[in-house]
């Protein structure tokens, strides 16, 4: 779709410097701008850029003046990065902009679909479903039995919603993530064999839930794996059965949560954690990457290291680390000073 700087302006409440009627279809980088795209200027580190740009249009704060002369028609608004983001949600908003029922694919009888649904080719939606208002299930997703999934919630083509699961509205599940796979429940017996233990709960998602490309969230052995309210989940994230996770906190990619942990609420965890089972971790938790959790954590702690240790301590003991040959060989050379005096 193409809009002018005319419309782009009213969009975003600004005013046109230059020609109002040009138009755009693209966004671009300010430095790697071309003729028909729409970039924008925020960090005063890239202000030469401006003045080569190819974009048609850029957005810049109110109190920009040009310097020398300009080929780039101005949107001026009052903060440049925040109208930019406004505009990326709007064309996300019109790219998403999908409805009705494509074929082929499989709806039950028994299920419940609501207003302005989008159900997308070779899909699967089991029994007894209930999908709310403004529901988009893209192509090659499949919605287990039971499944209830709230309002204007979004399931990205191959996105899996395994049976009696509860997604919430305004949610968003990747390409890829599965939500509701069995949890790695097996028991051994006098043979050193392992038998299946059936995982009978489910998995719940609260409001606003993000969940990324191939990210994994097993159900419930006996009651649920609960994702609380504004939680973001990474890529290739693995939760375990009856993990719980507090409510708007964040964890980067290729971390792993074992079986029946609790997180808390406005906690930030770095991309490859790795956290065992059966612990609890406070709220507003920071954990850096590739830290590996083995105990429970406090209410603020901050950790780095595997096992991990207090932020401070890490940085301290890492500093006698980097000079660790040099400190054995201080060491060795004082032996040898005493040996000598004895």
Same mark, same amino acid.
């Given at each position: 779709?193409?809009?002018?700087?005319?419309?782009?302006?009213?969009?975003?409440?600004?005013?046109?410097?230059?020609?109002?009627?040009?138009?755009?279809s693209?966004?671009?980088?300010?430095e790697?701008?071309?003729?028909?795209?729409l970039?924008? !200027?925020?960090?005063?580190?890239?202000?030469?850029?401006? *003045?080569?740009?190819?974009?048609?249009?850029?957005?810049?704060?109110?109190?920009?003046?040009?310097?020398?002369d300009?080929?780039?028609?101005?949107?001026?608004?009052? $903060?440049?990065?925040?109208?930019?983001?406004? !505009?990326?949600?709007?064309?996300?908003?019109?790219?998403?902009?999908?409805?009705?029922?494509? +074929?082929?694919?499989?709806?039950?009888?028994?299920?419940?679909?609501?207003? $302005?649904?989008?159900?997308?080719?070779?899909?699967?939606?089991?029994?007894?479903?209930?999908?709310?208002?403004?529901?988009?299930?893209?192509?090659?997703?499949?919605?287990? $039995?039971?499944?209830?999934?709230?309002?204007?919630?979004?399931?990205?083509?191959?996105?899996?919603?395994?049976?009696?699961?509860?997604?919430?509205?305004?949610?968003?599940?990747?390409?890829?993530?599965?939500?509701?796979?069995?949890?790695?429940?097996?028991?051994?017996?006098?043979?050193?064999?392992?038998?299946?233990?059936?995982?009978?709960?489910?998995?719940?998602?609260? $409001?606003?839930?993000?969940?990324?490309?191939?990210?994994?969230?097993?159900?419930?052995? !006996?009651?649920?794996?609960?994702?609380?309210?504004?939680?973001?989940?990474?890529?290739?994230? +693995?939760?375990?059965?009856?993990?719980?996770?507090?409510?708007?906190?964040?964890?980067?990619?290729?971390?792993?949560?074992?079986?029946?942990?609790?997180?808390g609420?406005?906690c930030? /965890?770095?991309? +490859?954690?790795? /956290?065992?089972?059966?612990?609890?971790?406070?709220?507003?938790?920071?954990?850096?990457? +590739?830290?590996?959790?083995?105990?429970?954590?406090?209410?603020?702690?901050?950790?780095?290291?595997?096992p991990?240790?207090?932020?401070?301590?890490?940085?301290?003991?890492y500093? *006698?680390?980097?000079?660790?040959?040099?400190?054995?060989?201080?060491?060795?050379?004082?032996?040898?000073?005493v040996?000598?005096?004895?």
């Open positions: 779709m193409k809009f002018t700087a005319e419309q782009i302006a009213g969009i975003l409440e600004g005013t046109v410097v230059g020609n109002p009627n040009i138009e755009v693209k966004l671009a980088k300010i790697e701008g071309t003729e028909g795209s970039t924008f !200027l925020a960090n005063p580190k890239y202000k030469s850029f401006i *003045y080569t740009t190819k974009s048609s249009i850029t957005i810049v704060n109110s109190d920009f003046e040009p310097e020398e300009l080929s780039t028609t101005l949107i001026k608004v009052d $903060d440049a990065y925040g109208a930019f983001t406004k !505009l990326l949600e709007y064309y996300n908003q019109i790219k998403l902009n999908k409805s009705g029922i494509e +074929q082929p694919s499989f709806i039950s009888d028994s299920a419940k679909i609501g207003e $302005d649904i989008y159900i997308g080719a070779f899909t699967y939606i089991g029994d007894n479903v209930t999908l709310g208002k403004n529901v988009k299930i893209f192509p090659n997703s499949y919605i287990g $039995d039971n499944v209830t999934i709230g309002d204007n919630t979004i399931v990205f083509s191959g996105g899996k919603v395994y049976s009696d699961c509860i997604i919430g509205n305004n949610c968003v599940i990747n390409s890829g993530a599965i939500i509701g796979a069995d949890g790695f429940g097996f028991a051994p017996n006098e043979k050193g064999e392992y038998s299946k233990v059936p995982q009978i709960g489910n998995v719940i998602l609260e $409001d606003f839930v993000d969940i990324g490309a191939g990210t994994t969230i097993d159900r419930a052995t !006996l009651g649920s794996t609960i994702i609380r309210r504004g939680v973001k989940l990474d890529n290739q994230i +693995q939760i375990a059965h009856n993990v719980e996770i507090g409510k708007n906190t964040v964890i980067a990619a290729q971390t792993g949560v074992a079986g029946s942990t609790k997180i609420e406005n930030q /965890i770095g991309g +490859q954690v790795g /956290i065992v089972g059966h612990i609890s971790i406070g709220n507003n938790v920071k954990i850096q990457a +590739q830290s590996g959790i083995g105990r429970h954590v406090k209410d603020n702690e901050v950790l780095q290291g595997s991990a240790l207090p932020y401070g301590d890490f940085n301290k003991s500093v *006698y680390f980097k000079n660790l040959p040099k400190i054995v060989k201080n060491i060795n050379e004082i032996e040898k000073k040996d000598g005096n004895n």
